[in-house]
C-alpha cells in the first residue's frame, strides 16, 4: 500500500462530539458514571464476573419495571427491537391481535404485527388522544378471538399518556394478553407490570434511564410465557427468539448470541442509578420539573397538545408564524440543546420537549425557557420577558 | 418507601470488571481509544455531527469491506443480527436457498432462513471441513431455482477458512446470490466483497475489528439491492428492513429507530485504528501471530482441528487426559486469559483461541503459551520446558 493510499485511509476525523442538552424525545442526557461504566474493560459473555453482573442487572430490571417475572432481560437492540422481540414472540401466524393507534408506535407496532403474520385489527384515534376503555370492549366484543392487545403507555410522538388498568381488566376478561410499550415512561412514570397485570412490557434505555441508546428492557409475565411455551411454530425472529435468549440469562447459560458487554455495563450503572434515587422520588421528581416546564411554556402562550400529557415529554404547538425548523436548528447551534420536531401529522406543528432521567433538572427548565423566549422574540413574537421563569419557579413551589 | 427498601435496592455492587486478555473466540480485546470513543457525549440520533459521523463510519465500512456499494452500514444488533438481516432481506417466503453447513453458524443460517420462509437445502460436511467448489456445483445444478446461496467464510466454531472465489463464480453463473458470514475474518482475514462478488455480508465489531460486541457490519450488492427493491412482499422483520434502515444512513435520514449513538462512536474509533494500520499490514500481522501461536502449540504436541486454519482463530484438540474445563477455568482464574470451549461435537474436545484484532499481539502469545504450558505440566503432561515459545519465537523470524 503506498504511502497516498495510507493518508486516504487515515483522513476520518477524530471523534469530538459536542456536549449537548438533550431534551428531545431521546436520547436523554447520559450521566458521567453511566458513560464511565461503558468504558470499563470488556468481559467475555461466558466470564462467571459477566454472568454475575447480568443476574444482578435482571433484578434492577425487576425493580424498575415492579415485576417478579422470571423472564426479565435486556433484548441487545434498541426499543423497536424490544417490541418486534414481543409481538413475534407472543403472536403466531393466524393470530388475531387488536392494536391500539395513537401516534407513530402504535402505528410502527401494527406493522410489526402485520409482518409477524397477525390478523390485525386497530382501534384507531386522533394523534393526541388516548384510547378509551369503552373502545377495547367494544373491539373485544367484536372479535372474541383476540389473542393479544398492543397499546402504548407512552406516545412519544404526541406526549400521551395512556391509562392502563381498566383496559387490562378488559383484555384478560376477555382471555387475551396485554402487551405494553412503555419506552418513554419506564423511568420516570409510573409502570407497574405485576399491579397493572402486563404480559409484555418493552422500553428503551435511552429514555427515562439515561443510558445510551442500544438495548431494550423487556418482561414477559408467566401466562405470556405460557403462550410462548406452547407455540407450534418457531419464533420468526432467531436473533429475538425468547425461548433461546431466555435459556442464556437463566442458570443455563446455553450461548445464543454475543451479548453487548459495554452496552450492558452502562445499563448496569444507570439502573443503580434509578434505584438509589428510588423509583417513586424519580417519578415525583418528573412530575415536578414537568409541572414547571408546564407552567413556562405556557405562561410564553404555548399549548399543550394531549390533553393528558406525559410528564416526561411535552408536545406543544409551535407558535403561529414561527418558523419550527429555524428555532430548532438555532437551539442546536446557539445554546447546544436539542429538542424534538413533530412527526405525521405533527410534522412542522410540534415541538417535543423532553424531561427525561438525568435530563429532569431545574437547571435544564430554567436554560431551555430562557433560550426559547429569546428566539421567539427573535421570531417576531413578544413577551413579558421573563414571565416565563417567574411561572416556572412559581410552580416550583407550589407543586 | 422506607428507609430498608432503599437500601435492599442499593445493594448492587460498584461495576468493576477484571482486565482479561480476550484469547477466545470473541470478543477480542478492546483499544483503550475504542473505550475511551465509547465515553464521549451522547448526541441525538439526528444531530448534524451524528450524521456526518454516519457518514464517515459508512466510508471507513466501505473500505474495510473491500466495496463500493451504497448500501454499506452498521446494522443496530450483533453478528447474529446481521446473519438475520441478510438472509430477512434477500428471501421472500418460497425462495429457495442453499446453505452450506460446516459448523454452528452454517447451521444458524439454515435455522434463520427456514425461519424466514425459504426453501432450505443443506450442503452438510463434517465440522472442521471446508465445502468444495464440486458439491456447490452439484446442488446448483440439481436445484436450479435456487435464488440464493448462503456460506460461512470464517465458522468460529471450528476454526476452518472458507475458500470463496470459485464458489461465487459458481453461484452467479447460476444465477444466484452469495451471502457470506464474515464474521471472524473481517479486518483480519482479506475480504473482497466487490472483487469476489459478494452480494451479502455481514460481520460483528467484537472479533478482528476489535470494538465491543453490539453492533454488526452489512454491505449488499446492487444485485441485491434489486432483489431487496424488487419483493412482492414486506421483509418479516421490521427492525432489520433494509429498505428503511438505508434511507436513514443515506441522504434522506429519514428516522427508523434510534441508533445505538455511543456504540457506533466505538466502531467509528476502532475502524480508524484498522485503517492507520492498513489492511494489508493488519492481514499480514494476523497470518504472521497466528504462524507463531501454530508453531509453539505444535511444539507443545497440540494438533489443529481443521485442515485449513484461520488466521483469527485456531483451534487445536484437548489433549487426551487434560481437563478442558480445568484448563479453561485455571487461564482465567490464575492469568486473566479467556479462551473458548468447544461446541457441538468438539464440545470438552477443543480449545478455541483467538489472536484477533487487538489481542493478535506477540506479547499475548508468548504469555499464552508460558500459561498453557504451566497449567498442562500440571494436568500430568510433559514437555521439553520452553521448546513452544523457542518455536514460536523462531516463527517470528523466519515468517
Redesign the interface.
Known amino acids: 500500500?503506498s504511502d497516498s493510499?495510507?493518508n486516504a485511509?487515515?483522513s476520518?476525523?477524530t471523534?469530538?462530539?459536542?456536549?449537548?442538552i438533550?431534551l428531545?424525545p431521546?436520547?436523554s442526557?447520559?450521566a458521567p458514571r453511566v458513560?464511565?461504566?461503558?468504558?470499563?474493560?470488556?468481559?467475555?459473555?461466558l466470564?462467571?464476573?459477566?454472568l454475575a453482573?447480568m443476574d444482578?442487572l435482571r433484578?434492577?430490571l425487576r425493580?424498575v419495571f415492579r415485576t417478579r417475572n422470571p423472564l426479565t432481560l435486556a433484548v441487545?437492540?434498541?426499543?423497536?427491537?424490544g417490541?418486534?422481540a414481543c409481538v413475534a414472540n407472543l403472536i403466531e401466524p393466524g393470530d388475531a391481535m387488536l392494536v391500539c393507534v395513537s401516534g407513530v408506535f402504535g402505528t410502527?407496532m401494527r406493522?410489526?404485527a402485520?409482518?409477524?403474520g397477525a390478523e390485525v385489527r386497530a382501534i384507531e384515534v386522533l394523534w393526541g388522544e388516548t384510547i378509551q376503555a369503552e373502545q377495547v370492549a367494544a373491539a373485544l366484543a367484536a372479535h372474541p378471538e383476540t389473542k393479544v392487545v398492543g397499546i402504548v403507555h407512552a406516545e412519544t410522538s404526541t406526549g400521551a399518556h395512556q391509562p392502563l388498568e381498566e383496559i387490562s381488566r378488559l383484555v384478560h376478561e376477555a382471555g387475551a394478553l396485554l402487551l405494553v410499550d412503555a419506552v418513554t415512561s419506564l423511568g420516570g412514570v409510573d409502570v407497574r407490570v405485576d399491579d397493572w397485570q402486563i404480559d409484555a412490557c418493552y422500553s428503551?434505555t435511552?429514555k427515562c434511564l439515561s443510558c445510551?441508546?442500544?438495548l431494550s428492557p423487556v418482561t414477559f409475565s408467566p401466562r405470556a410465557w405460557e403462550k410462548i411455551e406452547s407455540r407450534s411454530s418457531?419464533?420468526?425472529?432467531?436473533?429475538l427468539d425468547m425461548t433461546m435468549i431466555g435459556r442464556y440469562w437463566s442458570n443455563e447459560r446455553t450461548?445464543?448470541?454475543?451479548?453487548?458487554?459495554?452496552?450492558s455495563?452502562?445499563l448496569?450503572?444507570a439502573?443503580?442509578i434509578v434505584?438509589?434515587e428510588?423509583?417513586?422520588?424519580r417519578i415525583e421528581r418528573h412530575r415536578h420539573h414537568h409541572e414547571m416546564l408546564k407552567a413556562g411554556l405556557e405562561a410564553m402562550g404555548l399549548t399543550y397538545i394531549p390533553e393528558r400529557s406525559l410528564t416526561t415529554l411535552n408536545a406543544v404547538r409551535v407558535p403561529e408564524g414561527v418558523d419550527d425548523a429555524r428555532v430548532r436548528s438555532r437551539l442546536?447551534a446557539e445554546y447546544g440543546i436539542?429538542i424534538g420536531a413533530g412527526?405525521g401529522p405533527f410534522k412542522g406543528q410540534a415541538w417535543r420537549v423532553g424531561l427525561m432521567g438525568h435530563s429532569s433538572s431545574r437547571r435544564n427548565i430554567a436554560l431551555f425557557l430562557a433560550a426559547l423566549e429569546n428566539l421567539l422574540v427573535d421570531e417576531g413574537l413578544s413577551f413579558d420577558r421573563g414571565a416565563a421563569q417567574a411561572a416556572a419557579s412559581a410552580a416550583a413551589t407550589k407543586s
Open positions: 500500500m493510499d495510507l485511509e487515515t476520518f476525523p471523534l469530538n462530539p459536542s456536549e449537548r438533550l428531545g431521546g436520547p442526557g447520559v458513560l464511565e461504566a461503558m468504558a470499563k474493560p470488556t468481559l467475555g459473555h466470564d462467571p464476573e459477566y453482573m444482578n433484578e434492577m425493580q441487545s437492540g434498541t426499543g423497536s427491537a417490541m418486534e410502527r406493522d410489526v402485520e409482518r409477524c428503551g435511552q445510551p441508546p442500544g418457531k419464533v420468526q425472529s432467531w436473533y450461548y445464543h448470541h454475543t451479548a453487548p458487554i459495554n452496552m455495563y452502562g448496569y450503572e439502573l443503580r434505584l438509589e428510588g423509583l417513586d422520588a442546536l436539542e412527526l
